[in-house]
């Protein structure tokens, strides 16, 4: 058959994000870090984009005590990018990592 479209919404998008950062070793937790008012005001710690079929993404981590952060955030790139193109289909724009703090 041909002709089928695959509608996915921005917060599947986001929490498969959420799901393949929280994979990569290093990664405390997907979120903002500081005290409660700092995370209410900071926004929505992964953020997704579709345009046509390309996604742009914005995320925050906590890193764990003791890890390389520059590798970290590529690690990171790298998983939610997989996950973009591997497990939906779509294609990658760009990926902004934020490490927000290390716990």
């Known amino acids: 058959m041909s002709g089928h479209d695959l509608t996915v919404s921005n917060a599947v998008i986001a929490e498969m994000i959420r799901l393949a950062a929280l994979e990569v070793p290093g990664v405390q937790r997907v979120g903002r870090s500081g005290p409660p008012w700092r995370r209410l ?56 990592v934020v490490i927000d703090g290390v716990g």
């Open 41 to 96: 005001f900071a926004g929505q710690a992964v953020r997704a984009g579709v345009h046509g079929r390309r996604v742009h993404v914005e995320l925050a981590v906590v890193a764990r005590p003791g890890q390389a952060l520059g590798p970290l955030g590529e690690q990171v790139r790298s998983a939610a990018g997989a996950a973009i193109e591997r497990l939906l289909g779509l294609e990658l724009d760009s990926v902004t």
